[in-house]
C-alpha cells in the first residue's frame, strides 16, 4: 500500500504522533540505540572473541570512519531515493549489521560489518541533518533540536542500560545482545517506515555537491567542531582509563550520567539558543571548552583526582551538546534547496580531521598526554574567533559581520 504524501506545511490534520518533529524524535533515538548497542560491545567482543590487538583495532576505527568521510555521495543517492526513504533505509542497514556483528569473529569479518553499519549511521546523520532543516521552522528548530539530541541521548542510556541489565542479572553472552540490540534498531527502523506518511518539504533540493562561498564560515566551524570531537572521543575516556585506571563499569556508569544530563539539559540549551541566538550560544560553548581543556591540561600537570577529570568530562559532554548551533546558523543563512548537498558536504568536511588526527595525536600523547589537550586549547580559542564572526541576526546576505546587506530606507 502507497503511504500519502503529505506537504510539511499542511500537518495539522494528522495526530500529534504522526508529524515530522515525532519522526525525527523517534529516528534519532533508534539510531543512537543501535549504535550504542554496538559501541558498548565491540571493543571486549574483538578482543575476547576476535582475539584483536591494538594495531586491529585502529585499522577498525580507520574504517568506521570512512563512511563518515565519503558522506558526500549521499548527494547522489537521493538521486534515486527519498530522503526519508534513506533515513529509514539507513537505521535498518545499521540494525541489520550490529544484529549480525557476532556471526563474523575475525579480522575481515568485523571490518565489513562495521563498515555496513558505520555507513548506516552516517548516511542516516546527513539525511538526518537535511531533514531537520527542511521540517523544523526557523523560529523553533532550536528548541526543537534540543529534543531530539535529548531523544539520541535516551536511546544511549536504553541501550547502555540494557546491557548492564542483560549482563548482570541474565549473563547473557555477545551472541543475544548484539542480536536483540540489532533487531529492536532494524524493527524500530521499519516501523518508522510503515507508521508515518511521506513528508513533503517546502522546497525541492538540489542533487549536486556545492561548496558556496558564502558559507565559508559554516564550513569553518563543522571543520573544527570533527577536530574537536576526536579529540574528545578518543582522548578524554583514554585518559580516565590510563591515568586513572577506570575499569568498564566506572566507564559505564560515566557514560550514563552523561546521557542522563543530556537528556535534562539538552532541551534547555535548545531554548537557550532560540532565545539569544548562535552567535551567543557558541561563544559561551567555546569559551567553556577553552576552560575544559585547560583544566584537562591541569589534571596531568597538578594530578588533580579522577573525580575532576570525571566531571569536567561530564561538562565536556555538555559543551558539545550546544553545538547543534550551528545547524540552526547554517538554516537561516542558507538558500533552502542547498539544505541536502551541504549537508553531505559539511559532514565530509566535518570527517575529515577524524581520517589523521587519531593517529597522529597518538603518537604526541605518547611523548606527552598533556600536549594532546593543549592542542585542544588552541583549536577551542579558533573557534571562539569564528564564532565572533557570526552577526547577532544571521540571515540569507548577513552570513558574517562583513557580510551587511543594504537595506533601503523606506520613505518618510
Same mark, same amino acid.
Given at each position: 500500500?502507497?503511504?500519502?504524501?503529505?506537504?510539511?506545511?499542511?500537518?495539522?490534520?494528522?495526530?500529534?504522533?504522526?508529524?515530522?518533529?515525532?519522526?525525527?524524535?523517534?529516528?534519532?533515538?533508534?539510531?543512537?540505540?543501535?549504535?550504542?548497542?554496538?559501541?558498548?560491545?565491540?571493543?571486549?567482543?574483538?578482543?575476547?572473541?576476535?582475539?584483536?590487538?591494538?594495531?586491529?583495532?585502529?585499522?577498525?576505527?580507520?574504517?568506521?570512519?570512512?563512511?563518515?568521510?565519503?558522506?558526500?555521495?549521499?548527494?547522489?543517492?537521493?538521486?534515486?531515493?527519498?530522503?526519508?526513504?534513506?533515513?529509514?533505509?539507513?537505521?535498518?542497514?545499521?540494525?541489520?549489521?550490529?544484529?549480525?556483528?557476532?556471526?563474523?569473529?575475525?579480522?575481515?569479518?568485523?571490518?565489513?560489518?562495521?563498515?555496513?553499519?558505520?555507513?548506516?549511521?552516517?548516511?542516516?546523520?546527513?539525511?538526518?541533518?537535511?531533514?531537520?532543516?527542511?521540517?523544523?521552522?526557523?523560529?523553533?528548530?532550536?528548541?526543537?533540536?534540543?529534543?531530539?539530541?535529548?531523544?539520541?541521548?535516551?536511546?544511549?542510556?536504553?541501550?547502555?542500560?540494557?546491557?548492564?541489565?542483560?549482563?548482570?542479572?541474565?549473563?547473557?553472552?555477545?551472541?543475544?545482545?548484539?542480536?536483540?540490540?540489532?533487531?529492536?534498531?532494524?524493527?524500530?527502523?521499519?516501523?518508522?517506515?510503515?507508521?508515518?506518511?511521506?513528508? /513533503?518539504?517546502?522546497?525541492?533540493?538540489?542533487?549536486?555537491?556545492?561548496?558556496?562561498?558564502?558559507?565559508?564560515?559554516?564550513?569553518?566551524?563543522?571543520?573544527?567542531?570533527?577536530?574537536?570531537?576526536?579529540?574528545?572521543?578518543?582522548?578524554?575516556?583514554?585518559?580516565?582509563? /590510563?591515568?586513572?585506571?577506570?575499569?568498564?563499569?566506572?566507564?559505564?556508569?560515566?557514560?550514563?550520567?552523561?546521557?542522563?544530563?543530556?537528556?535534562?539539559?539538552?532541551?534547555?540549551?535548545?531554548?537557550?539558543?532560540?532565545?539569544?541566538?548562535?552567535?551567543?550560544?557558541?561563544?559561551?560553548?567555546?569559551?567553556?571548552?577553552?576552560?575544559?581543556?585547560?583544566?584537562?591540561?591541569?589534571?596531568?600537570?597538578?594530578?588533580?583526582?579522577?573525580?575532576?577529570?570525571?566531571?569536567?568530562?561530564?561538562?565536556?559532554?555538555?559543551?558539545?551538546?550546544?553545538?547543534?548551533?550551528?545547524?540552526?546558523?547554517?538554516?537561516?543563512?542558507?538558500?533552502?534547496?542547498?539544505?541536502?548537498?551541504?549537508?553531505?558536504?559539511?559532514?565530509?568536511?566535518?570527517?575529515?580531521?577524524?581520517?589523521?588526527?587519531?593517529?597522529?595525536?597518538?603518537?604526541?600523547?605518547?611523548?606527552?598526554?598533556?600536549?594532546?589537550?593543549?592542542?585542544?586549547?588552541?583549536?577551542?580559542?579558533?573557534?571562539?574567533?569564528?564564532?565572533?564572526?557570526?552577526?547577532?541576526?544571521?540571515?540569507?546576505?548577513?552570513?558574517?559581520?562583513?557580510?551587511?546587506?543594504?537595506?533601503?530606507?523606506?520613505?518618510?
Amino acid at each position: 500500500m502507497l503511504r500519502p504524501t503529505v506537504s510539511v506545511d499542511a500537518v495539522d490534520h494528522l495526530p500529534h504522533w504522526r508529524r515530522p518533529e515525532i519522526l525525527l524524535l523517534l529516528m534519532q533515538g533508534t539510531v543512537w540505540f543501535g549504535l550504542s548497542i554496538y559501541m558498548v560491545l565491540i571493543n571486549n567482543f574483538a578482543v575476547e572473541v576476535a582475539s584483536f590487538d591494538g594495531s586491529d583495532t585502529g585499522w577498525r576505527e580507520s574504517v568506521r570512519e570512512i563512511p563518515g568521510f565519503l558522506a558526500f555521495l549521499v548527494v547522489f543517492v537521493i538521486r534515486f531515493i527519498r530522503e526519508q526513504t534513506l533515513a529509514v533505509l539507513s537505521i535498518v542497514v545499521l540494525g541489520g549489521a550490529t544484529a549480525l556483528t557476532s556471526q563474523f569473529p575475525t579480522f575481515w569479518g568485523l571490518l565489513l560489518v562495521t563498515y555496513v553499519g558505520s555507513m548506516g549511521f552516517h548516511y542516516f546523520e546527513t539525511v538526518n541533518q537535511s531533514l531537520q532543516l527542511q521540517w523544523l521552522k526557523k523560529e523553533t528548530a532550536p528548541r526543537k533540536l534540543g529534543w531530539i539530541v535529548a531523544a539520541g541521548s535516551a536511546g544511549s542510556l536504553i541501550a547502555y542500560a540494557g546491557v548492564l541489565a542483560a549482563r548482570e542479572i541474565f549473563d547473557l553472552d555477545y551472541d543475544p545482545l548484539f542480536i536483540v540490540g540489532g533487531s529492536i534498531c532494524l524493527v524500530f527502523g521499519l516501523w518508522c517506515w510503515a507508521a508515518f506518511p511521506r513528508f /513533503e518539504g517546502g522546497t525541492p533540493q538540489h542533487k549536486k555537491l556545492l561548496l558556496r562561498t558564502r558559507y565559508w564560515l559554516y564550513y569553518a566551524l563543522v571543520f573544527m567542531g570533527g577536530a574537536r570531537r576526536q579529540i574528545f572521543m578518543v582522548f578524554a575516556p583514554f585518559m580516565m582509563v /590510563e591515568k586513572f585506571g577506570m575499569e568498564v563499569e566506572g566507564l559505564a556508569a560515566l557514560f550514563l550520567i552523561n546521557y542522563v544530563a543530556n537528556i535534562i539539559f539538552a532541551p534547555l540549551i535548545g531554548r537557550f539558543i532560540q532565545r539569544y541566538g548562535e552567535r551567543l550560544s557558541l561563544i559561551v560553548e567555546y569559551v567553556g571548552l577553552f576552560v575544559v581543556f585547560s583544566l584537562y591540561v591541569g589534571v596531568y600537570y597538578f594530578n588533580w583526582s579522577w573525580e575532576v577529570a570525571a566531571a569536567l568530562y561530564v561538562i565536556d559532554h555538555l559543551l558539545f551538546a550546544m553545538a547543534f548551533a550551528q545547524k540552526t546558523y547554517f538554516q537561516k543563512i542558507a538558500d533552502p534547496a542547498d539544505q541536502a548537498p551541504t549537508a553531505a558536504v559539511a559532514f565530509t568536511i566535518n570527517h575529515i580531521a577524524a581520517v589523521f588526527l587519531p593517529a597522529a595525536l597518538g603518537f604526541l600523547w605518547l611523548v606527552s598526554p598533556a600536549a594532546v589537550f593543549g592542542l585542544a586549547v588552541i583549536l577551542s580559542l579558533i573557534s571562539l574567533g569564528l564564532a565572533f564572526l557570526i552577526p547577532r541576526h544571521p540571515d540569507d546576505g548577513n552570513e558574517t559581520i562583513f557580510a551587511r546587506r543594504l537595506i533601503a530606507t523606506p520613505a518618510e
